[in-house]
Nanobody, 124 residues
Framework: VQLQASGGGLVQAGGSLRLSCTASGDTFRRYSVAWFRQAPGKERDYVAAVRYNGATYSADSLKSRFTISRDNAKSTVYLQMNSLRREDTAVYYC???????????????????WGQGTQVTVSS
């Protein structure tokens, strides 16, 4: 499966963005999809995931502001980000797996397919 991330940009603190991850090349509904982010000089961190069955999970520190969802008809996963802060500035990546188990959702190594990343910059 091929993934295309989009929707990033420059936003003021307190604003919102919605990222999209659109898949092609295979049966999308078979895949669990996650978002990760990587700030300059830091590791790539887990943000949120939606399993093939629609169940959603988010990093504890972000769940009050970020919401993940999927639209199988459009082969797209969304990440709605609200109340953005400067520390949310990062490149956001989507990743997919047809075999990731629940306990491994936050693990980068559980995902075989990655999108190219989309830059989110939050200004004060």
């Amino acid at each position: 499966v091929q993934l295309q991330a989009s929707g990033g940009g420059l936003v003021q603190a307190g604003g919102s963005l919605r990222l999209s991850c659109t898949a092609s090349g295979d049966t999308f509904r078979r895949y669990s999809v996650a978002w990760f982010r990587q700030a300059p000089g830091k590791e790539r961190d887990y943000v949120a995931a939606v399993r093939y069955n629609g169940a959603t999970y988010s990093a504890d520190s972000l769940k009050s502001r970020f919401t993940i969802s999927r639209d199988n008809a459009k082969s797209t996963v969304y990440l709605q980000m609200n109340s953005l802060r400067r520390e949310d500035t990062a490149v956001y990546y989507c990743a997919a797996s047809s075999s990731v188990i629940l306990s491994n959702l936050p693990s980068r190594t559980a995902y075989a397919y990655w999108g190219q990343g989309t830059q989110v910059t939050v200004s004060s």
